[in-house]
């Protein structure tokens, strides 16, 4: 009995983490807190410096704009991470759990420009710039106090710093990618003009190969070795003598040159 039949597969029937709709449900709460801290701080902003001349007042004032403008950012970022994700599950969808979760905590982690290419998404000049803007304020910029020894450039650091967590033109713009994201991760896999379409075939113990295309997402084959393979078997030539002998796997064969292809090294 092949080893696969107890392994999760993600599909319809996912849940939490493996369930996109879940990373969405979090990327709406984190974006409308987003949006509440920036309004916030717009609010604030018209009342600094305060009329009366009060160094209290006018510091936790001060406090509260630099805290707003930052989390603001932060939860920016936080919030098209759920986005890119919700959809980075629907690329790994019919293929292991174990596998779209390691894959998250190893190689995807934190960089959003590079999930956004492996979700297809569509880009625009500069996006890459914003997702790098975003990655930072998750990692470090909205989160740490400025690392720096030197008291002149922390200075400058903390302004320049300061500069950009103001910058609302440039919050506004980055919203807008949030929001494309948000629809793009929307489309994949829910558009009748071109749905998605799923099959698999498992040999060995526990080797298979996976195949998805349509649903606004170039078409991809996962594949994973047999552990009781030989090591001269373990060629991406013989995976493909494994599907031509079989007729129900035409659908395989039309796309086998045509697909993204991609190892599972990680599902065992």
Same mark, same amino acid.
């Given at each position: 009995?092949?080893?696969?039949?107890?392994?999760?597969?993600?599909?319809?029937?996912?849940?939490g983490?493996?369930?996109? $709709?879940?990373?969405?449900n979090?990327?709406d709460?984190l974006? !409308?807190? %987003?949006?509440?801290?920036?309004?916030?701080?717009?609010?604030?902003?018209?009342?600094?410096?305060p009329?009366?001349?009060?160094?209290?007042?006018?510091?936790?004032?001060?406090?509260?704009?630099?805290?707003?403008?930052?989390?603001?950012?932060?939860?920016?970022?936080?919030?098209v991470?759920?986005?890119l994700? !919700?959809?980075?599950?629907?690329?790994?969808?019919?293929?292991?759990?174990?596998?779209?979760?390691?894959?998250?905590?190893?190689?995807?982690?934190?960089?959003?420009f590079?999930? !956004?290419?492996?979700?297809? @998404?569509?880009?625009h000049?500069?996006? &890459?710039? =914003?997702? &790098?803007?975003? =990655?930072?304020?998750?990692?470090?910029? %909205?989160? /740490?106090?400025?690392?720096e020894?030197?008291?002149s450039?922390?200075?400058?650091?903390?302004?320049?710093?300061?500069?950009?967590?103001?910058?609302?033109?440039?919050?506004?713009k980055?919203?807008?990618?949030?929001?494309?994201?948000?629809?793009?991760?929307?489309?994949?896999d829910?558009?009748?003009t071109?749905?998605?379409?799923?099959?698999?075939?498992?040999?060995?113990?526990?080797?298979?190969?996976?195949?998805?295309?349509?649903?606004?997402?170039? %078409?991809?084959?996962?594949?994973? /070795?047999?552990?009781?393979? =030989?090591?001269? &078997?373990?060629k991406? $030539?013989?995976?493909?003598?494994?599907?031509?002998?079989d007729?129900?796997?035409?659908?395989?064969?039309?796309?086998? @040159?045509? %697909?993204?292809?991609?190892?599972?090294?990680?599902?065992?």
């Open positions: 009995m092949s080893k696969l039949t107890s392994v999760k597969i993600i599909n319809y029937k996912s849940v983490t493996c369930d996109p $709709q879940s990373w969405i979090e990327g709460g974006i !409308a807190a %987003a949006k509440c801290n920036r309004e916030l701080w717009r609010r604030r902003r018209k009342k600094y410096p009329e009366e001349d009060n160094y209290k007042v006018e510091m936790k004032l001060w406090k509260e704009m630099y805290g707003l403008s930052r989390s603001s950012m932060l939860l920016l970022g936080y919030a991470e759920m986005y994700k !919700a959809g980075l599950v629907k690329v790994y969808r019919n293929t292991p759990e174990i596998l779209f979760k390691k894959e998250v905590r190893q190689y995807f982690k934190h960089n959003y590079n999930i !956004a290419k492996e979700i297809d @998404f569509p880009f000049l500069d996006d &890459e710039k =914003k997702f &790098e803007t975003l =990655k930072s304020m998750v990692l470090y910029e %909205a989160r /740490y106090p400025v690392d020894s030197d008291s450039k922390n200075y400058k650091k903390e302004n320049d710093r300061i500069r950009k967590f103001w910058d609302d033109k440039y919050f506004k980055l919203v807008k990618l949030v929001n494309r994201v948000f629809k793009h991760v929307s489309h994949i829910s558009d009748e071109n749905p998605a379409i799923f099959t698999k075939c498992t040999f060995g113990l526990d080797g298979y190969i996976s195949l998805r295309f349509g649903g606004n997402l170039q %078409a991809r084959i996962i594949y994973k /070795y047999s552990s009781d393979q =030989k090591s001269d &078997e373990r991406l $030539q013989n995976l493909k003598k494994i599907i031509d002998y007729e129900r796997l035409h659908l395989m064969q039309h796309y086998w @040159f045509r %697909a993204k292809m991609f190892e599972d090294k990680k599902s065992t």
